[in-house]
């Protein structure tokens, strides 16, 4: 039997979840912990996702930590929307600077978790057979870090390369002189496909599901720019910390109705010229009425048709199914422009749909394709994916995916009944996906922080969410959805509609990151209402 290590705390992943969370349970709290870590390196989603324009669309003022002025105020970002190479410099600078490194174990996957109710903690194994006995047991592995890989006939008969964005290739992938097929057109392959077109002989995109997608406008950040971040940090955390979604900037207090057709379309003629995620904050309807909704959809449809020349391929990339948003919108560097290159094509999976996969490319109803290398730019099992492949067993042995088996339901996205003293950072019922996510990320390691440091004050040995508790949250997170337009698209990942057999269950918490805030907040004041502190 190998002797297990014993400790205070056992966090899971060493993204910018998990290494804060080391920073303030051992930093702040003097814990014993440890974080483990599937990678070789720290960087979480960033180290994983490496693909041809990959980039944050979060802008890089606001894509940080705020928790330490010294911090931020030896940082400086070098463009508009930062790339992982300078994330994971900015990570390492932190590891490195808050001393993080010692407590963490690279190339270390956690396999299964169980709570031994006798001795009230938690016993971790690993893929290679080390064992982990920790009071607390918190899960930073991520929202977006389950890769999906469509089960699509034949794939093991291909003759060529495949590749997932989501779990990139560390040297690179050579795309000169080959005939590419990309499988997918959410944020990530809208990333990627200009990119890929640039060095490959030939590019072919498979769409299933037309989405819009507003200019990033990157740029190297002026000095302007850059001494403005430098006076403004506390503004600028406040502005991130009032709003719904956790950027940097506002959402304008107009409804659509308050302006005319000509001034609303200046407006989204600005927004479009500035670029980014900016452009969902042009009116503050936008995502809670479908009306208003349509002028934008419209708006991006028409500027689609207008950038792509070929008439067929245009109507078949403005032929979106579902308003603005509803789905994660994506932004981009010349995703429509790609289109007007000669070594690119569309394929447009609703008319054609995909048959199999040959030895020599994709077949779809009309005809074959051939290809050297596929890359699938299909997606994630969100949300609960990642925690449910950590073979979490609670309560009597109770799997999470058994408790989950209609769907997540979580008191706060935070805990899960059944599972004491397991903590979940950005776990489904939080703001998270829909936000800026380092904020979202901050908030809840501090609240998991407040949450133990009250417990090891006040003698409490376990924490646990009540499942009334938790059923009354659910229903929040559900009102909160079906109060916008994400409601309407049913086949969004949200949904966890992208992934088959998945329950159809609405999972991020769309009432906005500051109201959620305030709720927890709320909660911990009220001595961690809801949760039974034995
Ligand atoms: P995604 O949004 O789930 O998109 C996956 C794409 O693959 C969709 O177009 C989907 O079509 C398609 N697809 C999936 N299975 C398919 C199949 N069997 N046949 C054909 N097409 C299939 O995944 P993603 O683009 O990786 O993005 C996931 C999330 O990661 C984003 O929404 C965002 O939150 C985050 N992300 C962020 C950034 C950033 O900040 N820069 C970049 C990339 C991703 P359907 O729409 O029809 O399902």
Redesign the pocket.
């Given at each position: 039997m190998v002797s297990a290590t014993r400790l205070d705390a056992l966090v899971i992943g060493a993204g910018f979840s998990g290494l804060y969370q080391l920073h303030c349970l051992r930093d702040r709290l003097g814990l014993t912990v440890k974080v483990l870590e599937a990678a070789p390196e720290l960087g979480g989603?960033w180290y994983w996702?490496r693909y041809p324009g990959?980039?944050?669309?979060?802008e890089s003022h606001s894509y940080c930590y705020f928790f330490s002025r010294e911090l931020l105020e030896e940082w400086e970002w070098s463009e508009r929307?930062p790339g992982p190479p300078e994330i994971l410099r900015y990570l390492n600078h932190v590891a490195d600077r808050f001393d993080l490194r010692r407590d963490i174990r690279f190339g270390t996957r956690v396999v299964a978790a169980r709570y031994d109710e006798a001795a009230n903690r938690w016993s971790v194994e690993t893929e290679s057979g080390e064992r982990y006995l920790a009071t607390y047991l918190v899960a930073a592995v991520g929202?977006?870090s389950a890769a999906?890989i469509?089960?699509?006939p034949g794939l093991e008969d291909f003759a060529g390369r495949w590749v997932h964005?989501?779990e990139w290739p560390r040297e690179g992938v050579d795309f000169r002189g080959k005939r590419v097929g990309q499988?997918?057109?959410?944020?990530?392959?809208?990333?990627a496909a200009p990119v890929i077109a640039q060095s490959a002989a030939h590019l072919t995109v498979?769409?299933?599901?037309a989405?819009y997608s507003v200019p990033a406008r990157n740029q190297p950040l002026s000095e302007a720019f850059r001494r403005y971040v430098r006076s403004h940090h506390e503004e600028i955390r406040e502005v991130c910390r009032s709003t719904p979604n956790g950027h940097p900037f506002r959402i304008a207090e107009r409804k659509v109705s308050d302006v005319t057709a000509a001034e609303r379309e200046a407006i989204y003629e600005a927004a479009w010229e500035k670029g980014g995620l900016q452009f969902r904050a042009t009116f503050r309807d936008l995502v809670l009425d479908k009306a208003a909704n349509d002028t934008a959809a419209e708006f991006i449809k028409a500027k689609i048709r207008e950038i792509v020349r070929d008439p067929e391929t245009a109507r078949a990339l403005a032929d979106i199914d579902h308003p603005y948003a509803a789905?994660?919108p994506?932004?981009d560097t010349d995703y429509f422009e790609t289109f007007n290159r000669d070594n690119v094509a569309l394929v447009d999976?609703r008319a054609d749909p995909?048959e199999r996969i040959t030895p020599s490319g994709i077949r779809t109803r009309s005809r074959e394709h051939p290809l050297d290398i596929i890359v699938?730019?299909?997606?994630?099992d969100?949300m609960t994916g990642p925690l449910l492949r950590l073979g979490i067993r609670g309560r009597g042995g109770l799997a999470l995916a058994e408790a989950w088996r209609a769907g997540p339901s979580t008191y706060l996205g935070l805990q899960v009944p059944g599972f004491p003293n397991l903590f979940t950072v950005t776990g489904p019922g939080s703001p998270s996906?829909l936000t800026n996510m380092p904020i979202a990320i901050e908030q809840h390691v501090e609240w998991i922080t407040g949450c133990i440091g009250y417990m090891r004050r006040n003698g409490v040995a376990c924490c646990e969410a009540e499942p009334a508790a938790a059923a009354g949250w659910d229903e929040q997170v559900n009102e909160a959805a079906n109060k916008t337009v994400l409601a309407l698209a049913r086949?969004?990942?949200y949904f966890g509609?992208?992934i088959p057999g998945k329950p159809r269950v609405f999972m991020p918490y769309a009432g906005g990151l500051a109201r959620y805030r305030a709720i927890c907040d709320d909660v911990a004041a009220r001595g961690y209402a809801g949760f039974v502190m034995a």
């Open positions: 989603t996702n990959a980039r944050c669309d979060s929307y929202c977006l999906s469509p089960d699509i964005t989501g499988i997918g057109t959410g944020s990530t392959g809208i990333q498979f769409q299933r599901t989405q789905k994660r994506p932004i999976l995909v699938f730019a299909t997606g994630f969100a996906v086949h969004s990942w509609a992208n």
